[in-house]
């Protein structure tokens, strides 16, 4: 008997969140994975993320962690947080790559540096790939922090699970 309460399932934002990441390419989930593991407090397993398998751990960290209790709760603000901090702050536009940017085009254009500069031209390639992709990892994470992981997202998931209800 509910009591007239509507009781219903909710998006779960771990999955939400999951399935974010796992849209990401390799490179981006292994960096997110290795940066967030070393920052968040519910990730403090010493020596579990190395190498091909960091992503793989990550998840199945993040998977126990889908009821909406309020260590995952707590757990699922601190990502939010971290991920702001470490990759969104400093990643989200173009003008913020600028510094690195700026530094690498120092060393290309340095004539003392002749013999790195073929290396460096590659690395002046990747790095505008590497921009371009970050500020579009960036666009949508902002699409899921405003969406399934939004201060009202996360309290309907957490009223329902733990409460069993909206209110």
């Known amino acids: 008997m509910n009591n007239g309460i509507r009781s219903y399932t909710m998006n779960n934002p771990v999955e939400s969140l999951v399935k974010w990441l796992k849209s990401l390419s390799v490179e981006q989930q292994n960096e997110i994975a290795l940066l967030i593991s070393n920052v968040h ?4 397993t010493p020596c579990l993320f190395a190498g091909n398998t960091t992503a793989k751990q990550f998840y199945t960290l993040l998977q126990s962690s889908t009821t909406g209790t309020y260590k995952n709760l707590g757990m699922i603000i601190a990502f939010r947080a971290i991920f702001d901090f470490l990759f969104y702050a400093k990643r989200s536009a173009k003008e913020k790559w600028s510094d690195a940017a700026r530094e690498l085009y120092n ?31 960036c666009d949508a994470w902002l699409e899921l922090k405003e969406g ?6 996360l309290g309907k998931w957490h009223y329902s699970t733990v409460a069993g209800f909206i209110l």
Do not use: A, Y
């Open 41 to 44: 407090p519910s990730f403090n």
């Open 107 to 137: 060393v290309i254009n340095d004539n003392s540096k002749d013999d790195f500069r073929s290396c460096t031209h590659q690395q002046s390639d990747e790095t505008c790939r590497r921009i371009m992709e970050w500020v579009s990892v």
């Open 148 to 153: 399934p992981l939004s201060d009202e997202s």
